[in-house]
């Protein structure tokens, strides 16, 4: 055979493929991790994208900035503080997993472990504060309507998550009232007598409630220390038409303590809003401004009595400060208005979870809890809800066949066609109906999940912190207190150059009114002095975070805080303790598990998964506006 003719052998052709394989795969292997360094580059953008636009939302919304953000917990039956827990312990609080993923713990069911861990650990609002809206009518009754700035809500009163309700501060009258006296229904009296304070309220045509804080010297002892009475219980107050008597030793919550003396300015007295049944009519309360209806219990809607709006404590408007729960963080929330002709709006997230898609732990996920169905779309369980800002109905997505509100999971783009009369029907909350309204200009709140469980959460530093002599290593520091180191003589836990604050507040700014210290054997003061709270220090007795005056003083080794050992300085020395950071927090988390058939495994591999958490934090300058 002529050699021209001669091939390649089947030999040569098999070396040179696997030679070429080779070579492709060992190319190959880098693009994963250059795709993987994509998508963690992307999540990051986007994360800090959520974080700029709830700064943004909150930049109109400033005085509604909670008090605090507590971390709670629950047994299947109650609900409590979580005092033990940091700002980066994002587990879920319970021992066992089920197959189906509900949360329990002691055998007690809690619920959707995805409800009770990541952000959901931190999610009850204290002192939220709005101005009462104005009347609008929502269906056949006219009040003043308020959306709560982190609902949708989790309204359980049976177990603890209910919904609190307070109006301003009432004004304090110097002269001393008798039957005849002429009052207001904004004022109140104190009476000194031999048995104590006594604080004097006008009855009215309903039942009312009261909540009552002070500052009062009690005795812990041999020394009489100043001590902060916040968190007492409600004060009930019968219809009626003359004057009634409160003494403040027999309220519950502080009977237990010896009380010396009351700073009388300290005292502070607000009226308790009261919930009525939504077909109970206002007009039945049409002097009482503080009834109010809870016309949505899972988007948090809340209806109030029309004369709220026009009633006044001296010269400031009535406002409500609201405690409640989030229901999930992980329901996102932005706002916009929609125009005329708008080709759609673009979400901050481009990738919203569908309904049949599963969950991180492999279940199906079912929309959002409480809220889809409100408009017979139950079934399509499609993780986006359209809220109307103006009656806090929400918008049906299809009417009559005919789809008016698309939203493109893909691409994160919502846009609301109405009928051909550019009309968008929405269900009225409360059971009053439902609207058909022009959707041009219309205010809406869009609430949806994304992919990757983004979650967007505000965490302020406590609005105001009061200082605890009870040792924190007995009696755990609860939200919004402090402890100053060697407590009320010197003898306590802790070292004296720190004032030590719940577990939750390490990295948080706070500024100090007034800090009295003991240096070089002379009293002098601090006067509007920030620090940063630091993680808890090595050796330190008390394990707990703090802030120590040896960083912005040159201290000897007997140079401390001043405490009551000092001549001349009863009580303590931290005064007007401000928090003075907020911050927007931003997790996601793109893993994925599976949930098997044993609980105990099923919580280990929750707690696994959740070691996958990412974190973007903003810093933001926004200031509380001052409503009381």
């Known amino acids: 055979m002529s050699r021209k003719s001669r091939g390649t052998s089947l030999i040569e052709v098999l070396v040179v ?22 998508l963690m580059s992307r999540n990051a953008s986007v994360a800090t994208m959520l974080g700029k636009a709830e700064s943004e939302r909150l930049k109109v919304h400033s005085s509604e900035i909670p008090d605090m953000i507590e971390a709670v917990r629950y047994d299947g039956t109650s609900m409590s503080l979580d005092v033990e827990r940091y700002l980066g312990d994002l587990g879920p609080t319970g021992d066992a997993v089920s197959p189906a ?24 609002i204290v002192g939220e504060t709005h101005r009462i809206p104005a009347p609008r ?46 009052r207001e229904d904004s004022e109140y009296f104190m009476v000194n007598s031999p048995a104590g304070l006594t604080i004097r309220l006008s009855m009215g045509s309903t039942n009312r409630l009261y909540k009552v804080r002070f500052t009062a010297y ?46 009388p300015s300290s005292v502070e007295v607000r009226r308790q809003f009261i919930q009525v049944d939504n077909n109970d009519p206002f007009s039945n309360y049409a002097v009482d401004p503080y009834r109010y209806k ?18 006044r404590i001296g010269n400031e408007p009535l406002v409500a400060k609201v405690n409640y729960d989030v229901l999930d963080w992980r329901i996102l929330r932005e706002e916009f208005r929609v125009e005329n002709g708008a080709p759609g709006v673009q979400l901050s997230v481009r990738s919203i979870k569908v309904g049949n898609m599963a969950g991180p732990d492999g279940l199906q996920n079912g929309g959002i809890p409480g809220i889809e169905g409100k408009t017979g779309d139950s079934a399509l369980a499609d993780n986006f809800v359209l809220v109307d800002m103006l009656t806090g109905g929400v918008f049906y997505e299809t009417v009559g066949g005919k789809q008016v509100l698309h939203v493109d999971k893909s691409n994160g783009i919502v846009t609301v066609v109405g009928d051909s009369n550019k009309q968008a029907l929405l269900r009225l909350p409360g059971g009053r109906g439902d609207l058909s309204v022009d959707i041009a200009g219309r205010p809406v709140r869009a609430l949806y999940r994304a992919n990757s469980e983004y979650s967007v959460q505000l ?18 520091l609860l939200p919004g207190q402090c402890y100053i180191g060697g407590g009320l003589d010197g003898t306590g836990p802790g070292v004296p150059t720190r ?73 303590f020395a931290a005064k007007s303790i401000k928090g003075a950071s907020i911050t927007v927090r931003v997790l996601w ?29 903003i810093e933001t300058f926004l200031q509380r506006e001052a409503l009381q």
């Open 137 to 182: 009518p929502v269906g056949s009754e006219q009040g003043g309507l308020m959306l709560l700035t982190f609902g949708p809500i989790d309204y359980r009163p049976a177990i603890g998550a209910d919904l609190q309700i307070f109006g301003n501060p009432l004004i304090k009258r110097n002269v001393d009232w008798t039957e005849n006296t002429a």
């Open 218 to 263: 009690v005795q812990a002892g041999a020394q009489w220390v100043r001590k902060e009475f916040s968190n007492l219980a409600s004060i009930p107050v019968p219809s009626g038409t003359g004057l009634f008597d409160v003494a403040v030793a027999n309220i519950p919550g502080v009977s237990p303590d010896v009380i010396g003396s009351i700073e």
């Open 589 to 617: 988390n793109p893993e994925k598990f599976m949930l098997g058939q044993t609980s105990t495994d099923n919580i280990r591999a929750v707690d696994k998964w959740g070691q996958s958490w990412r974190r973007s934090s």
């Open 17 to 38: 493929i696997v030679v070429f394989l080779v070579g492709i795969l060992a190319v190959m292997q880098v693009f994963p991790k250059g795709f993987q360094y994509l």
């Open 294 to 311: 809870l016309l949505d219990p899972q988007l948090g809607v809340v209806f109030f009595n029309p004369v709220a709006f026009s009633t």
């Open 459 to 476: 965490m302020p530093a406590a609005a105001n912190y009061t200082v605890s002599f009870l040792s924190p290593l007995a009696t755990p």
């Open 101 to 124: 993923g509900l949360l329990s713990l002691n055998g007690n069911g809690v619920g959707n472990w995805q409800l009770y861990s990541g952000a959901n650990s931190f999610r009850r």
């Open 499 to 571: 004032v030590y604050f719940p577990r939750s507040d390490s990295g948080r700014k706070v500024v100090f009114g007034t800090l009295v210290v003991r240096v070089n054997n002379q009293i002098t003061s601090l006067d509007a002095q920030d620090f940063v709270v630091s993680a808890p220090r090595a050796n330190d007795p008390i394990q707990l975070p703090s802030i120590d005056i040896s960083n912005v003083l040159s201290l000897g080794s007997s140079d401390r805080i001043a405490n009551a050992t000092d001549s001349g300085f009863p009580g």
